[in-house]
């Protein structure tokens, strides 16, 4: 009490739940915010004061955190398993340019749909920080949607910079049911393994 006034003192998020957010480009899941002791009366709190952006249902910015936000806003949402895939994986793993506007998540979860994801109901192993496919699947979840040059294109970036094996790509692509440009991506890795033979 000052002056006969009461004064409430400005809610301080935990350093180590900051740190957190900073990890993950300035995002935070209510779970994680309930986990470092932020109660939904303090959430709404720091709504009010500006302190915390909605991105989504239970899915908070702590500040301005660009594409990679968005990346890590479809990860919370999906869940501790979702991974990151097609574009949005192969953007992150420096096979494609241009970040996509939308970005496709692997997860066992069901959530409401929103243009800035797709959540799809597939497992898939990932890595990294968002986590994301494993170059080969990459490699191969690209190389469904695209004509033959851009897989050509892919694939050289896949093996020639970021040292994807093709046996890898190939295992990867043996595992798929079905596959709308099987036969163009397993003549590529045959072209690529008979090159590097000789």
Do not use: F
Request: charged letters at 25%; hydrophobic letters at 40%.
């Amino acid at each position: 009490v000052a002056d006969g006034v009461v004064v409430i003192p400005r809610t301080v998020m935990p350093p180590d739940l900051l740190a957190l957010a900073d990890r993950q480009a300035r995002t935070l899941s209510r779970e994680q915010l309930l986990g470092h002791g932020v109660s939904d009366r303090v959430i709404q709190r720091l709504l009010q004061d500006g302190r915390l952006d909605r991105m989504s249902q239970g899915i908070y910015a702590t500040g301005e955190g660009g594409w990679l936000q968005r990346a890590w806003s479809g990860v919370l949402i999906g869940g501790p398993t979702a991974v990151i895939g097609g574009e949005a994986a192969g953007y992150l793993l420096g096979l494609v340019r241009e970040a996509p506007d939308q970005v496709l998540v692997h997860t066992p979860r069901w959530r409401p749909r929103d243009h800035r994801w797709r959540l799809v109901r597939s497992p898939r192993a990932g890595r990294g920080e968002p986590p994301r496919t494993w170059p080969a699947q990459t490699v191969v979840d690209l190389a469904a949607g695209m004509n033959a040059d851009s897989i050509v294109a892919v694939v050289a970036e896949a093996v020639g910079r970021k040292r994807v094996r093709p046996e890898e790509i190939r295992r990867v692509l043996a595992a798929t049911a079905r596959h709308p440009n099987r036969a163009v991506l397993e003549d590529l890795l045959g072209e690529v393994v008979a090159g590097s033979c000789t």
